[in-house]
């Protein structure tokens, strides 16, 4: 039974810095594409970043974070991390993890190639 699970939430001000990290159970996240999305109060949940499985690494941001967001793998560990820099008051959502096998290029961004979801964790950055 593969089970994820996000960590690193909380309460930052505007132009903080943030580290969310997944973990998982079940899953080694070296064969899988791991991604995070968020959901803000009110709207529909929506893609960050994605990291590719294996030693391709190809990473894809939505638009809103890249220069300010970065994903990364510990293969030692079994975690992909989110770092969030420079973070704005737009930020404030949810953020889940999720984990998918065989995920295609031009699928990372879609939240129905991934299989697998952790619980989420709450960002709320304040001004």
């Known amino acids: 039974q593969v089970q994820l699970q996000a960590s690193g939430g909380g309460l930052v001000q505007a132009g903080d810095s943030l580290k969310l990290s997944c973990g998982a159970s079940?899953?080694?996240?070296?064969?899988?594409?791991v991604a995070w999305f968020r959901q803000a109060p009110g709207k529909e949940r929506e893609f960050v970043a994605a990291i590719k499985s294996y030693n391709n690494n190809n990473r894809l941001y939505t638009d809103s974070v890249k220069g300010r967001f970065a994903i990364s793998r510990d293969n030692a560990k079994n975690t992909v991390n989110l770092e969030m820099n420079s973070l704005k008051l737009e930020d404030t959502a949810v953020y889940y993890c999720?984990?998918?096998?065989?995920?295609?290029?031009?699928?990372?961004?879609?939240?129905?190639?991934?299989?697998?979801w952790g619980q989420g964790t709450l960002v709320t950055v304040s001004s």
């Open positions: 079940g899953l080694t996240f070296r064969t899988a594409t």
């Open positions: 999720a984990a998918g096998r065989s995920v295609i290029d031009s699928s990372m961004n879609n939240n129905q190639a991934y299989a697998y």
